[in-house]
């Protein structure tokens, strides 16, 4: 415990007005007024707090306003309630903490953050080779997924364009366990804007799209071949900087984003089922391209 | 509507004892004591009238037992309340069907449906190319999304062993999305029985393990190295029979999987993520073995 927590009193009513505004945060109109957002449990805390003192090494913008932990929980995580540049955790009821939170057992620890959000400009000035956009995907486990599996795959960035749910959404953060503060995200961004200026830096655009007439499969095996020499004439498509598309669960990509795209990707169908789940079929084509891109 | 369906009376009551047995169907012991489920919604019971219609064709046993409808899903869904051989679906109003539902909206139409459990033995017998297990996977839609991947990439059969989550729990089929009537599944099985009974059958086992020593990428070069003979020398591994072992959302697999594995397989993390979600893994793993065993 440090000392400033040390001297504040624990805070013991769940209806206090400090309390509610924290709860506020789980509305899209509660993030979007402050531009902050809950990170909830041990866990995602330790990412944003471990985010926060890279940044502010650096003399950057600071991640973590506020942290709020029950005592039993300040004693379990001492590394998450001292040594936080510029903040003071506070000592808090369980019940505080339950109301300040969406979930249901924020295991004694939450910690408002300021939304780590990036401009666009900067994402593509960095040079990125691969970038997730999400399309109007609604379901905040889905785009939750989908910003996990961009991390894992090493994406450069996650883009989530006008109409698509809020990734900020306290859903969402939980769905990727921390990837949140893992890599640059840009949201509300306009499709066409977007489009343009990915073009404009030489980003590829391929749509993920059950109906594609182009073959994941089939673009890996090109890469494989090309990568080892067997038809090195091959015209390369994973190996390019990429950004992917993925659209609405029900209803896929809209014309829009088809008609922009470079090329129509879908992954393939071995069996029986008529469609894969937006956040795992994201999952195959950011692997995809992962490696053709490293071994290219 | 057919004609049986018109000559009863349409039931009203939510609280009839017949009601409450289909709703039972929503808890493991229901499940187990009359070894049905309940398919919800008219995407689900599509697949479950597709599968019962063929098992009928061939003179096999039944999948559909009942088929409960709202009057307005029926006249919407003619083909899923008439020509469902030895079934006669019943009308219903909605707050029975809602009664009966474990879903907020089943959209008016059930189906109590037998477990379609297959023997390994038959299973083993086909000689299957690819297997998904789950070594106690606790989450329903973790399970469900493995066992919708698991059709997605063409596999021959899911099995769960004991102490993996019911396979026809409701949310567990929910997210199947309808591949619950695509491949045979085998399920309350003990890992040892199993793991010999693969082996005999030379079916080998991977294990998909966060911290395991073989790259799932580096097993896909070594597959495309030999398929286009740049090193035919290769001993194959992604190419031949294969169960894939997938473990517990927490402690991932256990000792005894890890063992019985002739090799631990990581899929590899190129960003800061920690870990992937299981359902996420075991789609990337899955299609890893379609795609090398379909290009052998």
Request: glycine share 8%; aromatic share 4%.
């Amino acid at each position: 415990m440090n000392d400033d927590a040390g001297r504040q009193p624990v805070m013991t009513n769940p209806r206090a007005e400090r309390v509610r505004e924290v709860a506020r945060l789980a509305t899209r109109s509660g993030r979007s007024r402050s531009m902050r957002f809950l990170a909830e449990g041990p866990q995602a805390v330790r990412e944003a707090v471990r985010l926060h003192r890279e940044r502010s090494a650096a003399g950057r913008d600071a991640v973590v306003h506020q942290i709020f932990a029950t005592p039993d929980a300040a004693e379990r995580h001492p590394d998450l309630v001292s040594g936080v540049p510029g903040v003071e955790p506070r000592l808090a009821e369980p019940a505080v903490i339950a109301a300040m939170a969406d979930t249901v057992s924020p295991q004694g620890i939450v910690a408002v953050c300021h939304q780590p959000q990036a401009g666009l400009v900067d994402v593509l000035a960095a040079k990125p080779r691969l970038i997730a956009v999400l399309c109007e995907v609604q379901d905040p486990g889905n785009a939750g997924t989908i910003l996990r599996a961009a991390d894992a795959a090493g994406a450069d960035a996650v883009v989530a364009t006008t109409g698509s749910v809020d990734l900020f959404n306290p859903k969402a953060v939980r769905s990727t366990v921390g990837s949140i503060f893992h890599l640059p995200i840009v949201t509300g961004i306009d499709f066409a804007d977007l489009a343009e200026a990915l073009r404009r830096t030489g980003v590829g655009l391929l749509a993920a799209d059950g109906y594609g007439a182009a073959d994941l499969d089939e673009l890996q095996d090109r890469a494989a071949a090309r990568r080892l020499g067997v038809d090195a004439a091959a015209e390369p498509v994973l190996e390019r900087p990429t950004a992917w598309l993925f659209g609405n669960e029900a209803a896929g990509l809209g014309d829009e984003q088809l008609e922009a795209a470079d090329l129509r990707v879908a992954v393939p169908l071995y069996g029986v089922a008529e469609s894969l789940n937006v956040g795992t079929a994201a999952t195959v084509c950011l692997y995809a391209s992962a490696r053709a891109q490293r071994r290219a």
